[in-house]
């Protein structure tokens, strides 16, 4: 046991600020010499709360007589060849007293055939809105904002779709100088158009000439539009990774079936094992003579 002690900068009361143990061997593989310092700590050395168990090691290469760094970090296969006896820790690498890290939200994405956004392969995950005039079928492309400013400004249709002039008004254009205008050292750039009550801002303006502004204004205020969305982008999905999910869910056993499942119903099995889970992650933690909160 190299350290065991609490308090410090940032100290979560029930925590640990160190509780490290650790361990050196050397070994040989093929004609060269290595040595292995190994290193099992339970305790919050990020300051998060929670005591959290992790298993590294350092590696060195003898050569001209002397070490040299050959590698680092979480070389999990390596030390459980050369330490066999902590082989059965490695599985808990990264596991807190709350549960193994992001417990949940992992192993549904890794078990998932779904993208980072949720969507399944073929499945859209952005949309272009779409404005029509009066029986045109030509559409023009319009930000969400405008379309919902129009929407508001307009009463719809029995269909549902079809937008409709509002008695309460017309659509009134408005010019909106550069913030920059008038300014002698500034590039003097020219006035864009919007609707009054709209945007008040020059980079806000959804048009850039008075010309079209008014004939958005005179289509709007004389036939009614409709509005359409319309998918633009599509999710390739990704491949279901079942083998990373049972690692990162402690859960060996679990079937193909079992993390299959779809969302909702694999949450809803991860929380309810997650008791015993912490039962035999806190079991194995005090076999090895780790404290699992520090005495009151």
């Known amino acids: 046991m190299h350290a065991r002690t609490i308090g ?4 979560k009361p029930g925590t640990f600020t160190k509780q490290v143990w650790g361990a050196s061997r050397e070994y040989r593989q093929g004609n060269s010499r290595f040595r292995m310092q190994v290193e099992i700590r339970f305790d ?21 007589g002397r070490w040299r760094e050959y590698g680092c970090g979480a070389a999990h296969e390596e030390i459980a060849r050369v330490f066999p006896e902590l082989a059965g820790l490695i599985k808990w690498h990264l596991c807190a007293t709350d549960g193994p890290m992001h417990y ?6 890794l078990a998932g055939d779904r993208d980072h956004r949720g969507r399944k392969a073929g499945e859209p995950y952005a949309w272009e809105q779409a404005i029509y005039f009066g029986n045109s079928p030509v559409s023009h492309k319009i930000g969400d904002e405008f379309a ?17 002039p509002h008695d309460a008004g017309e659509f009134r254009v408005v010019a909106i100088a550069h913030g920059d205008a008038g ?38 205020n004389g036939s009614g539009c409709r509005f359409e969305r319309f998918p ?14 049972r690692r990162v869910a402690v859960w060996p056993d679990a079937t193909d079936e079992e993390l ?30 780790f404290l699992w909160e520090p005495a009151a």
């Open 8 to 11: 410090g900068k940032n100290y």
């Open 44 to 64: 919050d050395e990020c300051r998060n709360g929670y005591n959290t168990f992790a298993i590294t090691c350092d590696i060195d290469e003898a050569s001209g």
């Open 104 to 109: 949940v939200a992992n192993t549904v994405y």
């Open 148 to 164: 919902t400013f129009l929407k508001n400004r307009m009463r719809m249709g029995e269909d549902g779709k079809q937008y409709h």
């Open 183 to 220: 300014k002698p050292s500034a590039y003097q750039f020219g006035s864009k158009y919007s609707f009054a009550g709209f945007a008040d801002k020059w980079h806000e303006c959804p048009f850039d000439d008075e010309r079209r502004a008014l004939e958005w204004a005179a289509a709007l």
């Open 232 to 245: 633009t982008l599509f999710s390739e999905g990704k491949e279901r990774d079942l083998e990373a999910a």
């Open 260 to 289: 299959s499942a779809e969302p909702e119903v694999l949450k809803a099995a991860l929380m309810a094992r997650l008791p015993g889970l912490i039962a035999d992650f806190r079991a194995d933690m005090e076999s090895i003579g």
